[in-house]
């Protein structure tokens, strides 16, 4: 069974420019997530989507920031404009969602994209 | 509102040693806690988890209690490998409303084993 996919794994930019990063989920997972990870630091969750729904976007930059998750299965992560205090891994995560039963459920990790912003 | 404190690293350890890296929470309620490990140039993956008080987790060697008294996570091995080499989060999770799995990461302990 596939993982979660991340793209790119990679990406350098100057400030003032958008980016976009894309997930695809384990297929059949209804809950996805998108982490940002800052150098020497734990992930911090910057928004959760229900199937097509984002219910925590609280500690998403909303002023910059935006998501979707279309259709509920692929999501795409935007920063427009990219700041220099961006630069940070970004990480995407689903697990199966509530209706699996579990009050806590696994959350499967992507590789993540690291972003560079010069 | 949750936070997690774990032991300040790097962890450097000789091949076969002991290893425990330290956890504490804070957290309201009754969280689950789980240890995820990041190899080089790797996602995260979980390694362990405990939902409930004195639960313990276990897996490849790896063992941690859930310590309600001492709101505590220890991960601990009996013998390190230095393919156990990488970077160890502890972080909790609250099963209630909008915090709904949301993990609550530490900063994470690295660990290089030598040969």
């Known amino acids: 069974e596939a993982g979660v996919v991340q793209s790119p794994r990679y990406k350098i930019i100057e400030k003032k420019q958008p980016v976009a990063f894309w997930c695809n989920p384990i297929?059949?997972?209804?809950?996805l997530y998108w982490y940002r990870q800052n150098l020497g630091q734990g992930p911090e969750l910057l928004i959760r989507y229900e199937n097509e729904e984002a219910v925590d976007d609280s500690q998403l930059p909303k002023d910059r920031f935006s998501a979707e998750r279309l259709k509920g299965v692929d999501s795409t992560l935007k920063i427009q404009p990219a700041e220099l205090g961006d630069s940070a891994v970004y990480l995407c995560?689903?697990?199966?969602?509530?209706?699996?039963?579990?009050?806590?459920?696994?959350?499967?990790f992507g590789p993540g994209t690291r972003l560079l912003v010069l | 509102g949750n936070s997690v404190t774990q032991m300040e690293g790097p962890v450097t350890l000789s091949e076969e040693a002991f290893l425990t890296i330290n956890c504490t929470y804070t957290a309201t309620g009754y969280p689950s806690l789980f240890w995820y490990v990041q190899y080089p140039g790797e996602g995260l993956q979980l390694l362990l988890k405990a939902t409930k008080a004195d639960d313990k987790g276990s897996n490849k060697g790896f063992e941690a209690t859930y310590r309600k008294e001492t709101t505590s996570f220890h991960l601990e091995k009996g013998s390190v490998q230095v393919s156990d080499s990488a970077v160890y989060f502890c972080?909790?999770?609250?099963?209630?409303?909008?915090?709904?799995?949301?993990?609550?990461f530490g900063q994470g302990t690295i660990l290089t084993v030598h040969p």
């Open positions: 972080a909790l999770s609250n099963a209630g409303g909008t915090s709904y799995g949301k993990l609550t």
């Open positions: 297929s059949g997972h209804n809950t």
């Open positions: 995560a689903s697990s199966l969602g509530r209706t699996s039963g579990s009050s806590q459920e696994t959350q499967y």
